[in-house]
């Protein structure tokens, strides 16, 4: 065996902790006595009196991975029968439990759940968790099978590569919740596609986060790649071709790998603006005019024509029974009034809806009949905040994202619950270790009082597409959108960037041992595991 | 400029002929659209320095399709003929045969004729690296006078090739190109101190390198931070200074890498930097390093100013004698290159002057200042290597210092106002290095770790910003020196420091931006329209990807079946991925 000559990094860099978790728990005590953990003899179980059910026995295969074999995990996904193989060799370069010497093994972790397990999570799931690791019991206690999940994934970031015990975790008590119910990561898939694996890969890296909403910007201006059964040409002339789609099987797929690790999939299908690869296929788009004739280009949906709203009932019909979610996001920005403006129909309809020369009318009368059409479905929808700047009036029970700084305040005294994005656009890249800037903002920094920051339900880090593809969007992503991860999961008070980049460091290092591309981000310096390719 | 123009309206008729489907987004966002024209799905890039193909094509049968040169047991040449079959024919598509009947539309052979008849081993700087390529119907010819140009011929003939939408694979029947590049220092940096690079990555570097005939390898390979050099005179040097022994290049690791590159006729320049730079070399031999003072206390940090110690001590001769051997040691190990890059960056020497022994030698010596004291050093230095037979680079510090340098010296430039405000720009060190009498290198405004967001955007046009500003350089703006000096302007080089990148990003970081350089380094000044390049490096982009690399998207859209997670991904393919 090698006698790794380890340097100590904090000369030259910032030295990772030693399985510290992320993101850090609400209450956690631990002490320096520590406890052999090993494949051998590990296992867990439930309590007598837990509710049981195939989210925890799934749980418990991938994490008895995760702990033992890391470096097979991601090749499961792939090419399950190698991964087998692989786990077959590592098990023969493993010391015996005998040569462990006189260390108390921890040898189970007792799960016990109170409630029945849901079959999918949602806004309300209760996250919450109690893990105790002493002597040679763990006990793991959750109210429901989402905070079970939430303390699997801490109690596998709490055993950490030990040169003499091989595994090992330290005697540990923590009590731990979110701060906050929506933690959502949005991926852009209509500006470049991104392809299946990448995705599954980008969940398993939020599962590791605790990130739980996968904003699903699944389709944009360039291409449509989700593959309607109601309208199949949506994607047959919308997406960039026959292989840049998500299938139904594809659809059913992710949604089942997000509910396995207790994330929502919370679909966006953007109208009536960010809409062109609809429009290659069916009729609904807006044909705008030059000096009084067609000039062939096209702009947001017409909302003059009944057909748009018959489209629309019937394609929101099928999202509404495809993704399981309460909540769809209608998108609704960037919505520019000066093709609607120059076409005659619309100012025909305009003027028999005696609507003047507002178009912010018109765009609420677009979005109350498309938000009438999602009601009747039994969802409820969140849209970005433009359509408030355009002076647009929406129910009560609306929920804003916000993509503009400072604009917390204004949004939430008009009432509407919220979601922070602004701050988080992890597709503005710039030099150096910008996650820090990620890691100082917080939902709550903005002068409102008490109800309005209850409305704020969370918060969303969005990776646009424009730049990246499966090349880079994980090493681009990962571990800055673990940033937010931590502010919308952690407690107000831990914010200290000093105490939080070693744990990153740790928590980067975890990922690659896990093999996911995680990029360097506090500087130079290195994890025992790198990245080959 | 008459004959280019037609070229491309052909090329361009050619493939809307039979892309009845093909999907192009010209735009950024909807409302910003590109300007500039569609590429060919087979433009060359960098761009050819003369190119006249027809735009009618013919097809090729890969069980029939023959390759062949002049020259027989030549590994250099041998080694590409089979290394270009699976980018000619990629493994994981299984390509229809043409109608064999019709043989006048049907590529059958290229031959590669290399008229020195020499089968050389490795690059050098001023050897002849052009080629002329001729495909007339069923025959093409590549025409070299040496392998490195026949290496370049070879990688335009396979850009030129592409695979039709109905599976076939084709190129233009006719086909005319004579190049050779603009200059003939056409540099990678890659930093494997900060972080570590695999080997396995450094190599998909190399392959990336030669698509787009870059020819230079700058391995910045140790570093304050790590030393991963396997040295078998002074194996300490790892064994303290490494961040782990899993994180080294042992010889046979150094040896595989150089053959990687030697076989794309590209060259490896190490750098192994000193005076400063060497903390890390400082954990293996402590007495190295100067003690550095405040006041009266040695091996004291003041930080933003000096750390305990962070620089070799000029004045000690166990430093020359550890420098003589271990260049030595260099020297055999990149037996075939002449040059090393020895640093000399960056030397604050506030350090050496807090030092009491080092005052008195200055003293002894009757030198005054920390400049005076690096002339010292690095005169001894450049002497070691004159006495190896070794010829030297150097970052321009040391020039700056007013040192005296051998005329073979080669000076990187890597300062500029944008850099350091106080410093004049690049262009006017370029002009005063050349007018000396010194070969000079451009690294300045291609540090591509310096990474931006966003768009270029001005009402006469959008672009990825990135690309833009580095498309834009010329080598040659602003430059005041004479036609001699102008000669001595050898080229450039892109850098990708790796504070921030390792084997998880660094391939998707640097390609296809690096690609920008490329062609800025490689085609005439007059191939500068930005607006239609970005639509080429974006073909180009695929076909990087169609061969394993991971290059990251210009433009919006798509890249057929290559791209990274879908079943037919090059990525992990075994003949483009070096970690099986």
Redesign the interface.
Known sequence: QNIQQQIELDEIAIKPTVGEPWPKPQSIQTTSTRFAVHPATFYFLTNETSQQCDLLRNAFDRYYKIIFFPQTYMLHLTDPLLADIKIRHLKETLRNVSDLGDVTLLKRLIVNIEQPCEEWPSLESNESYTLVVKREHALLDAASIWGALRGLETFSQLIYPDSDLQFTINETTIYDFPRFQHRGFLLDTGTHFISQKTLKINLEAMAQSKMNVFHFHIVDDQSFPYDSITYPELSGKGAFDRNHIYSQADIAELLEFARQRGIRVFIEFDSPAHSRSWGRAYDILTQCYSEEKPNNKLGPMDPSRNTTFEFLKNFFHEVAQIFPDRYIHLGADEVYFDCWESNPSITQFMRQMEFGTNYSLLEQYFMQTLINIVNATGKNYVVWQDIIDNNVTLQTDTVVEEPYPDEMARVTKLGYKTLLSSCWYLNLISYGDDWHKYYKCDPYNFTGTEEQKKLVMGGEACMWGEYVDSTNVISSTWPRAAAPAERLWSSVDTNDVIEAAPRLAEHRCRYLRRGIPAAPVNGPGYCPTEYSG | MSYRLHIFQCLLTFIISIHH?Y?I?D?????YPLKGKPSAPNAPWPQPQYLNASSDYVYIDPNFFVIHSNLKDCDVIDNALQRYKSIFFPPKISIQNPDRLDESRILLSVFILIQSKQCHTYPQLRDDQSYNLTIESSYGIIYAENVWGALNGIETFSQLLFITDDNYLATNASIYIQDWPRFPYRGILLDT????L????IK?HLDAMASNKFNVLHWHITD???WPFVSETFPQLT?????????VYTPENVQDILEHARLRGIRTIPEFDTPGHV?ALG?AFPEFLTDCYNGSMPCQAIYGVHAEREILDPTKAEVYNFMNEFLKEVKEVFKYEPYIHLGMDEVYPACWLSNPNIKNFLNENNMSNGTDLMSYFASQILKLMQSIGGKSMVWQDVWDDGVKLPSDTVIEIWKDTSLLSDSPSWSYYLSKATSEGYDAVLAAPFYL??????KYNTPESVM?LEFFKWYNIDLFANFTGDDDARQRLIGGEAALW????????S???LWPRASAIAERLWSSIDVNNPEDAQFRLDVHRCRM?RRGI?????L???C??Y????KQ?M?NEPIF???H
């Not at chain 2, 735009?27 to 409302?31: G, R, S, T």
């Not at chain 2, 101190?193 to 570590?196: L, P, S, T, V």
């Not at chain 2, 695999?198 to 990555?201: A, G, R």
């Open positions: 489907v999907c987004i735009y950024i966002e909807a409302k101190a900060r972080h570590f695999p080997v396995p990555i998909q304050d931070q790590s064994e303290k200074g490494a961040f782990s022994s899993a994180h903390a954990r770790n310096m990474i931006e967001y966003g990825n790796a504070e921030f990148v390792d084997g998880t990003n391939l998707s970081r990807l991971p290059a990251a998207p210009v919006n859209g798509y057929g079946l791209e990274v997670g879908m991904s990525v991925n070096y970690i």
